[in-house]
Structure formats: structure tokens, C-alpha cells
């Protein structure tokens, strides 16, 4: 009897000291693949806060030698004198459900790094139930997305970040019953200032516009940069007497700001309002279309007010300072053909040839950005029953009876589809009274815009 309770203690014993053997063995093959993950990994106890694991990658980016013991926000943040009250410990506490994970980001107050963390309750190796929390840094890219996503100047969003939400801001529009207010700006004299004053005061002038014009947004509400001096406001939240009143509180508080600061320019800007309403079947181009008109509406009587006001300085001005001015002609078309989502043409009258966008030739199928005789080629791609108004404008140009170019028609692109446009030039004149140089842009409208129109 004694033997055999020998034997079977001895058995006992080397059963479970190869247990034990193989048990140590899968943590340490745990613990190196747990170190060389590139996620930050750490284990704390619920109640006391102190760390019981922590991957070497965390120690490394946190420069810590042995944090095993020690209480965690002491060592993993900065300047902290108790639990972190963003530690979602205790809500894990609260609903200790198996699997239950909690995500957030946080800004560590330590490294100044931006982590995405995943917090979990799991069983310990004693069967307790410990705290298991495992972050990425996502710093890099979100800064990545942030400078795709957001101009660099004015930080506002950029383009296509913004007509990206406002073409799902139309959708959700539909589906919610629930319209929207689109305003378009642009900052006035901003080319006067950038000459006069330097391009780093017109910057200073697009900054304050749009901080000021921050303040009156809500969270829901579209702001982005169309392009150089051009901006969208989307009002999710508003009627359209409302803006109309949060625009002139705007432009009131730069008036004032201006005196204030004896700002030799009065910081101010030009808008547009269009009404979305959920029925309206507007899409993303046929918006920026009409509240683009109806800014060039206001800009209109801007400048014909601010020509009248200026009207006795014209008078004064130095002729040889229209001699002095030059500048760059060959990157004058480039620089306005990127600024704007309308296509620019340019004509040289004594040669007959027009030059059009890169981008005009592919939608329309042209032969070249380089064409003469265009308005034979150009023509024959607008549509039959528009062509008798088309030719008459030409004419009219053409035989100096005038030098403005304004008509709405269609015209056919690549695909073969019906495109409305219109298209607005003028005519120059040299001092001879010679026609050398007639120029304009043609703005895409849509294929549905005349059945649009109220």
C-alpha cells in the first residue's frame, strides 16, 4: 500500500510537472509573439490599477524598463493624481458581459500621440478577471486624412471632401424630407489686397473671413473652399430669413473689426442663397450652378456700386501705372482654367484660333485644345434646334454690332448625351479699334436644366 501511494504521487508529480513544462512553454511562445505585435498592449488589475503585463512595443514607445507593478496612470500619463477619468474600466464594471469591447480615441497627455484603444475584461492566468486594453497609434494617419480632407489655409474642407458630403447631404435630403440652405461666397478685393498689401495679408483677409463665419455654424452644417477665393456654406438648420441674417451679422463683425484693428481694406464678401428643398430634384452640379448665378448676381451690383464709389480716384490715377504692370501670359490660361470648374476659351482674332481646356476637349470629344475655324467645329456639336440662336451670337460679334457673348444651348459630349451650357465671352480691342482677342467660359448646367427652371 505504501508503494503504490508512492507510485502515485510520483505519477501525480510528473503528470503535472509536464502540464506545468507545457503551460510555460505556450506563454513564453505567447509572450514573444505578443511583443513583436506593432499594436500596445497592457494588462491592469480592476481594482488596484497596477500593470500586470505590458508588450515590450508599449515600453518601448512609452520608455518604460519594468512598468509590471506599478499603477498605470502614473506611468502612462502625464501630470495625473488618480484614475484617469476617461477610464472605461469602471463602464466595463458596469456591464461585464462576455466580449464586450468599448472603443475610443485618445490624445495621451504623455506622448502627445493620438491612439485608437480597444478595452476588454478577460480571465487571468488565476482566474481573475483583469483589465485588457490594446492601442494603435493613429496619429500619422489621421493627419494624413486631415490634409486630405481639410484646406491647408483656411482649414476649412477642401473641394472634393465637400461636394463629396453635399452630394450625400442631397440624398439624405430626399429621404428625410428635410431641405437645406446652400450659400456661395466670395471675398471681395482680394486681388487689390494680395497686389497692395502682399499676398500674405490676402491670406490674412481669407483667414479672418472664414474664422469669423465659423463661429455662426453649427455641427451640422458644410463648409468648403470651391477654389481660390470662392467658398460653400451648407445650412442644415436654418430657413433662409435666418442666414440671411447670420451673413449679416458676419459681415457686420468684420466692418467693425476692420475700424477696430485700422485695417487699410474693409474684409467683406459677396454670397448667393439657394433654397434646397427635399422635393427639389436639384443634383450637386444643377446647386452649384444656381447659387453660383445668383452670387454673380450680387457680385454685379457690388462692383457697379464699388466702380461709382471709386469713380473719382480712377480720375486721379497715374496712366504710367497700367504701363508698369506685366505678368506671365503663357501661365495666365493654366492658372484660370485650375481655379474654376467652368471652361475657359481664349480666341486669337487675327489667327482664328481658339484654345480650349484640357478637360473641355475630353467631355466633348474635340480634336485638339488647338482648334481654327471653331466655331464651324464647335457648332456642329450643338444640338439643331439651338444652333439658329448660337449663330446669331456669333454674328453679332463677328460683325462688331456687339462685343458681349451670352447663350444658353446644348451641345453634345462624348457619350452622345444633350449637355446644356452656357456660354458668356467678350470681344477686346486694341487702340486701333481692331478686335484681337475674344475670351470667355462655358458653365456646364446639366442635361435636365430648362425642365429645372420654375
Known amino acids: 500500500d505504501s508503494l503504490t501511494a508512492v507510485v502515485n504521487i510520483l505519477c501525480a508529480y510528473f503528470v503535472k510537472k509536464h502540464a506545468f513544462e507545457q503551460t510555460a512553454l505556450q506563454q513564453k511562445v505567447y509572450t514573444s509573439i505578443i511583443n513583436g505585435m506593432n499594436n500596445l498592449i497592457y494588462v491592469t488589475d480592476i481594482h488596484t490599477n497596477k500593470i500586470l503585463f505590458m508588450n515590450q512595443t508599449m515600453k518601448d514607445r512609452f520608455a518604460l524598463k519594468a512598468p509590471e507593478g506599478k499603477i498605470c496612470w502614473q506611468v502612462l500619463q502625464q501630470n495625473m493624481s488618480q484614475r484617469c477619468n476617461f477610464c472605461p474600466v469602471s463602464k466595463l464594471l458596469r456591464d461585464p458581459s462576455s466580449n464586450k469591447t468599448i472603443h475610443w480615441e485618445e490624445v495621451n497627455s504623455k506622448t502627445g500621440r493620438i491612439y485608437e484603444n480597444h478595452d476588454s475584461l478577460i480571465n487571468w492566468f488565476d482566474g481573475s478577471i483583469v483589465h485588457l486594453q490594446q492601442s494603435i497609434d493613429i496619429t500619422d494617419s489621421k493627419k494624413a486624412f486631415h490634409d486630405a480632407c481639410f484646406d491647408e489655409l483656411t482649414n476649412t474642407l477642401t473641394r472634393r471632401a465637400g461636394k463629396e458630403l453635399l452630394e450625400k447631404l442631397i440624398k439624405a435630403a430626399h429621404q428625410n424630407c428635410h431641405g437645406f440652405i446652400t450659400c456661395m461666397f466670395d471675398i471681395n478685393s482680394l486681388k487689390q489686397v494680395n ?29 468648403f473652399r ?23 451679422k458676419v459681415l457686420i463683425e468684420l466692418k467693425n473689426s476692420a475700424q477696430k484693428n485700422a485695417l487699410p481694406y474693409e474684409p467683406s464678401f459677396t454670397y448667393g442663397l439657394l433654397e434646397v428643398q427635399s422635393t427639389s430634384n436639384y443634383s450637386l452640379t444643377d446647386i452649384l450652378n444656381r447659387v453660383d448665378e445668383k452670387m454673380y448676381e450680387q457680385k454685379r451690383s457690388y462692383h457697379i456700386l464699388k ?9 486721379q490715377s497715374d496712366p504710367s501705372e497700367k504701363n508698369s504692370f506685366s505678368y506671365q501670359a503663357e501661365y495666365l490660361y493654366d492658372a484660370l482654367v485650375n481655379s474654376t470648374d467652368d471652361y475657359l476659351y481664349v480666341c486669337d482674332v487675327q489667327s482664328d484660333v481658339f484654345h480650349y481646356p484640357k478637360t473641355m476637349v475630353e467631355e466633348f470629344a474635340l480634336p485638339g485644345e488647338y482648334i481654327k475655324n471653331a466655331a464651324a467645329i464647335w457648332g456642329a456639336k450643338v444640338h439643331p434646334d439651338d444652333q439658329s440662336a448660337f449663330l446669331a451670337s456669333n454674328q453679332e460679334i463677328l460683325d462688331g454690332r456687339a462685343n458681349i457673348h451670352y447663350v444658353e444651348y446644348r451641345a453634345q459630349n462624348k457619350e452622345g448625351k444633350w449637355i446644356w451650357v452656357r456660354c458668356r465671352g467678350q470681344m477686346q480691342y486694341n487702340e486701333q479699334g481692331e478686335a484681337i482677342l475674344f475670351a470667355g467660359f462655358i ?12
Open 443 to 454: 458653365k456646364k448646367l446639366g442635361e435636365n436644366y430648362k425642365q429645372q427652371l420654375p
Open 226 to 248: 470651391l477654389s481660390g477665393d470662392e467658398f460653400i456654406v451648407v445650412f442644415t438648420e436654418h430657413s433662409l430669413q435666418n442666414v440671411k441674417e447670420i451673413l449679416q
Open 307 to 315: 466702380r461709382q464709389q471709386d469713380a473719382g480716384l480712377q480720375k
Open 195 to 223: 497686389d497692395n498689401y502682399g499676398h500674405s495679408e490676402g491670406d490674412k483677409l481669407i483667414i479672418t473671413i472664414c474664422q469669423t463665419l465659423k463661429k455662426y455654424l453649427g455641427s451640422g452644417d458644410i463648409f
